[in-house]
């Protein structure tokens, strides 16, 4: 699944001073103003900004944040769903969540890598999330209590995902932006997977039905908040879509997401949980319900129905494979020994890299 959130993407810690791209604390001298008419002119033109280019604080720690917090969500996100491998109803559904579920370990290391470009270490970024310094999407504090939730996960949680990822593809940074072309093609999968388990529930027995029912009922809402708040609520949208991070505001991705669902729901035979959802002629456009932000922010200070237990099990899985690293890293170092480097003359290196 997963998730860059909109709910991540606007936390920005970033001052004033930030958000004019300067360094904190530092005038800019001449030098840095020119620097500064580079950047913002590559970002004009829709160039990519590659690790190597210069680039302003600001813009390196706002993407750091959400680079680490979308690496973060993919890693949780493994946890809900991986909770129904053991129980599913049969060898195929099986086969097909242990892929998707190692596609979010995979997600979670491609973002890690990509974060690494700019000068900070996984380890780094997993001991914030330890330490609770920072966040995941606060969709994975929700339980996952019945088999058809594998699938309402697929169709709403993945699919709101690829709503707000797909324009990440146009990110101005380049690692993150080529990240996240392999990351929505294999979200896409996850998407129509979690669909088809759904239609097959919503046509089987009448128990069935009701499960995925269920299942829609409870992720839904949630799924919405996924997008963060409205936007006259969002402080620091305005600065990330500047930079071109970020390319819609929370409430148009959050509208596009509503209208591509409401007919899905209909083909799956499977009631929306908002009375308020019409179509609107004028707009063009689906209206909806409002939303209890109230749980929303509940959940992100860590009252959510599973906020401890995710957190948990996550340190816990880290230490557990304390060996598999410590191994990783004596094979490497064991590689990499002057006596190794001698033996192989730097002609034969450059031939076979
Ligand atoms: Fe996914
Ligand atoms: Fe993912």
């Known amino acids: 699944m997963a998730a860059v959130t909109a709910d991540q993407t606007t936390q920005s810690t970033s001052g004033t001073a930030e958000a004019a791209g300067q360094a904190v604390g530092t005038a800019p001298d001449a030098a840095d103003a020119a620097r500064l008419a580079v950047f913002d002119a590559a970002v004009a033109a829709d160039d990519r900004i590659e690790p190597r280019d210069w680039m302003p604080e600001a813009y ?12 973060h969500s993919e890693i949780i996100g493994m946890q809900p769903e991986a909770n129904w491998i053991t129980r599913a109803p049969s060898l195929r559904r099986k086969a097909i969540l242990m892929a998707k579920v190692q596609d979010e370990a995979g997600h979670g290391l ?42 309402a996960i697929g169709w709403l949680v993945d699919g709101a995902a690829i709503t707000n990822q797909v324009p990440l593809c146009r990110c101005s940074y380049g690692p993150y932006a080529r990240a996240m072309v392999r990351i929505c093609k294999e979200e896409s ?11 097959a529930l919503s046509r089987g027995t009448e128990a069935q ?11 839904w809402w949630p799924s919405l908040m996924m997008f963060g708040p409205p ?81 948990t099990q996550r340190r816990r899985a880290h230490e557990e494979g304390a060996w598999v690293r410590d191994a990783a890293a004596a094979y490497a170092a064991k590689h990499t020994t002057p006596s190794t480097r001698t033996a192989q003359p730097a002609q034969h290196v450059e031939e076979t890299a």
């Open 60 to 71: 390196r720690a706002t993407l750091v944040r959400q680079m680490a917090q979308h690496a």
């Open 110 to 151: 491609y973002l890690y890598s990509a974060a690494e470009t700019l000068g900070t270490s996984r380890e780094e970024l997993l001991d914030k999330l330890h330490a609770g310094r920072q966040r995941y999407s606060s969709i994975f504090n929700y339980p996952t209590l019945t088999w058809a939730d594998v699938g």
């Open 189 to 199: 999968f996850h998407q129509r997977q979690g669909y088809e388990l759904l239609l």
């Open 209 to 219: 039905h009701a499960m995925a029912q269920d299942a829609v009922d409870r992720w």
């Open 231 to 311: 936007d006259d609520a969002s402080s620091h949208s305005e600065q990330s879509m500047a930079w071109k991070i970020k390319r819609h505001s929370n409430d148009e991705l959050r509208q596009r997401f509503v209208d591509i669902a409401v007919p899905q729901a209909e083909a799956l035979g499977l009631t929306l949980p908002d009375p308020d959802i019409r179509w609107n002629e004028e707009r063009g456009q689906h209206d909806f319900g409002a939303i209890d932000w109230t749980e929303f922010q509940e959940v992100l200070k860590g009252n959510g129905p599973c906020n401890e237990q995710r957190i």
